[in-house]
């Protein structure tokens, strides 16, 4: 592939709801610009951007990917991203790298769930749009109605410039509404004699709608009653890539109708590089913009990674400033450690094709960097500057995570270690009180497929069970008890005895521990047993062993003996008194509870509340943003295991979720007998086992 100029570089990110033929309508364009020798489809497994195995094998996109073309003079950098919601962050992440987007609405069902979610990621990134309504060959297709729903969720600035030839099986073509031309086969013509009076309403609703925006074209407008075509195409260039204008085009990828009409869309009105201004980022602590252009300082930003099990770390950057060089060196402005860029090249799926520079505004890999990961900036060293990263939300659920074997447990942690690199949404930790490794993610789904990927690229095998829920425990009332420790053997025995007062701390006071002992009563030496002795007691509970948190330790009595007391005296002391006390200051259990906002479809809010509720959730806010409902409230984490596939059912898979831990509350009494009689049932079956 040849170098290209910033000028002629186009990079487009092909976004919306799952299914809605993204990798397929990527397939066409690359045949249509030769890149590829046949059509690909995702349904046979042989598509450039689906490459991955579990891609391959569920028949969906997991992780975004890019492909580069050549069209017509033009270099465009295609970014075929995931549609369904337990990887649409992935889809957040890699819009970074977009200068603009098609977004790609099904024929069939029209906006979906997802197509407004990343329509409002468009937003974030402030990117121009064009809206591909495709499969419009499938049966029960309509441009009509989709036409409806897309206008209906992002407005009147929607504007069709294609109107479709035939409908269905018949779909064979579509009508430029700019130059009042058909293109049937690849073939330019007339347009047909049924469509003269749609396509002459379209044209005059398009005329006026890109003259509103442009006060020279506006006049010539009312003077002349419409706008030559010239005139027409400069002002939707124009209205395009100030977002004045989403223009509406008609595809069908499985039948390559469309293709070629897109690419020549892309190349005249979405913009490149150079039009898009600068990029915000910091060089010595203080706020910078660095332009996109070659006479700039060589810098660039690592927008996403992957872990190849034979090419090792691949990271995709995009080039911002300068000019890259092949086995050039660039500092990583996070680790400040020099990297050497050995072998760039252009991306085209997993194919990394070689280049010998990449200019400003385009998008290249390399391998084998030594420090660098997803969000790095690469710099000149002499013109330092970090970019921001992009924030990801927290994963909404978490599986505890074992390995079978001992050989897999020793490989485990750098096996998961390589697969968070490339995967920005997951999580691994260790809970430090239920004392499991956990993986978190955005679904079951997401981590089932990290798992497979354990077994197909590193040989390791886990075992995924529902995580054991960290209850607590705390009183709820106050004790002033005794504990008292004596011991007579025949040299020196031993004797602690102390006076402690239980009270109760408010949520998320932990653990306070005062000292009001006068008199020498106890020595001082000994107090800090009688703290150690408390706290070690509460780490392992009282009622299912939880630890207890949330109180207040006074010690403010109690004696001695000049030969026979010790610290070990006192701490076991203080274990008898905390185990009196909790009995006495009304021991309650804790849950933790989450933050949970869901959104779906408006027609589900109902069914949703319902089931909301039958799970002890307390609502704490309701939105709608189109035809999405949003749903706020707190629930009991024990409540939410499984509600995503309860979610996946209740809305066909139209729902989403998020969940974040934020507080502790008490456990109704009947969930609390059952989790107490569970926990001993637990241990008494350890004992047994133990015997």
């Not at 992957?306 to 911002?320: E, N």
């Not at 060196?329 to 990449?358: C, Q, W, Y």
């Not at 709608?624 to 984490?637: C, D, F, L, N």
């Amino acid at each position: 592939m040849k170098v290209y100029e910033t000028s002629d570089i186009r990079n487009v990110a092909l976004v919306g709801h799952g299914h809605s033929g993204k990798t397929a309508l990527t397939g066409a364009l690359l045949f249509t610009t030769g890149a590829t020798p046949r059509l690909t489809r995702p349904d046979e497994g042989n598509t450039i951007t689906d490459f991955d195995d579990e891609e391959i094998a569920r028949k969906i996109t997991i992780s975004s990917a890019v492909a580069a073309v050549e069209w017509k003079g033009k270099k465009i950098n295609l970014i075929d991203t995931p549609g369904f919601n337990i990887f649409i962050n992935d889809t957040r992440g890699t819009l970074i790298a977009a200068d603009a987007a098609l977004v790609v609405v099904d024929g069939v069902a029209g906006v979906e769930v997802q197509t407004e979610k990343v329509w409002s990621f468009t937003e974030e990134f402030v990117l121009p749009r064009a809206i591909v309504i495709n499969k419009l060959d499938r049966e029960r297709s309509s441009f009509e109605r989709t036409l409806e729903s897309v206008q209906a969720a992002f407005g009147r600035t929607a504007v069709p410039i294609h109107l479709p030839i035939g409908a269905e099986k018949e779909f064979k073509g579509i009508v430029d509404l700019v130059r009042m031309k058909s293109y049937v086969g690849g073939k330019e013509g007339d347009v047909p004699a049924d469509l003269a009076d749609a396509a002459k309403a379209g044209h005059e609703v398009l005329v006026e709608m890109v003259a509103e925006g442009n006060d020279a074209l506006l006049e010539e407008f009312f003077n002349e009653g419409t706008l030559p075509v010239d005139h027409i195409l400069d002002g939707l260039r124009e209205a395009v890539r100030v977002r004045r204008i989403f223009p509406i085009l008609c595809a069908s990828a499985t039948l390559n109708i469309g293709s070629d009409q897109i690419l020549s869309f892309v190349n005249e009105h979405f913009p490149s590089p150079l039009e898009c201004g600068s990029w915000k980022g910091k060089a010595n602590g203080k706020d910078v913009e660095r332009p996109i252009k070659d006479s700039a300082p060589v810098s660039a930003f690592v927008f996403k990674t992957v872990a190849d099990p034979f090419a090792g770390r691949v990271s995709y950057f995009k080039v911002i400033s300068g000019v890259v060089k092949n086995d050039g060196h660039l500092m990583n402005a996070r680790s400040s450690v020099d990297e050497r860029l050995a072998h760039i090249g252009a991306l085209f799926g997993k194919t990394l094709v070689p280049v010998t520079e990449l200019h400003a505004g385009d998008i290249g890999a390399v391998a084998k960097l030594r420090e660098t990961l997803t969000g790095d900036t690469l710099a000149d060293k002499s013109a330092m500057i970090e970019y921001p990263e992009v924030r990801l939300p927290e994963p909404s659920i978490a599986y505890a995570v074992a390995a079978k074997t001992r050989n897999d447990e020793d490989r485990m942690g750098n096996a998961i270690h390589k697969i968070l690199e490339e995967d920005r949404s997951l999580r691994f930790y260790r809970d430090a009180q239920t004392k499991e490794f956990l993986l978190a993610g955005c679904g079951q789904q997401h981590i089932e497929i990290i798992v497979s990927r354990l077994k197909k690229r590193y040989g390791v095998e886990v075992a995924l069970h529902a995580p054991k829920i960290p209850y607590r425990e705390t009183i709820r009332g106050k004790a002033e008890v005794q504990g008292r420790h004596k011991k007579q053997t025949g040299g020196h025995g031993q004797f602690g005895d102390c006076w402690i007062r239980l009270e109760p701390l408010a949520r998320g006071g932990k653990f306070e521990f005062a000292n009001e002992v006068f008199g020498g009563a106890i020595p001082k030496n000994f107090i800090p047993a009688i703290e150690k002795g408390i706290l070690e007691t509460a780490e392992r509970g009282y009622l299912a062993g939880y630890p207890v948190v949330d109180f207040r330790v006074v010690v403010y009595d109690g004696s001695y003996h000049d030969v026979d007391s010790s610290e070990m005296s006192f701490k076991l002391a203080a274990r008898k008194a905390f185990r009196a006390g909790m009995e006495a200051a009304k021991p309650s259990l804790l849950e933790p509870v989450m933050n949970v906002e869901v959104q779906a479809p408006v027609e589900f809010a109902g069914d949703l509340m319902g089931d909301m509720n039958g799970r002890r959730g307390r609502i704490s806010g309701m939105d709608t943003k189109g035809g999405t409902q949003i749903i706020k409230a707190q629930v009991p984490m024990a409540e939410m295991l499984d509600y995503l596939n309860v979610l996946t059912s209740m809305t066909q898979g139209r729902g989403s979720f998020a969940m974040e831990f934020d507080h502790y509350d008490f456990v109704p009494g009947l969930q609390a007998e059952k989790i107490i009689a569970a926990a001993k049932a637990a241990r008494a079956g350890e004992e047994e086992e133990e015997e």
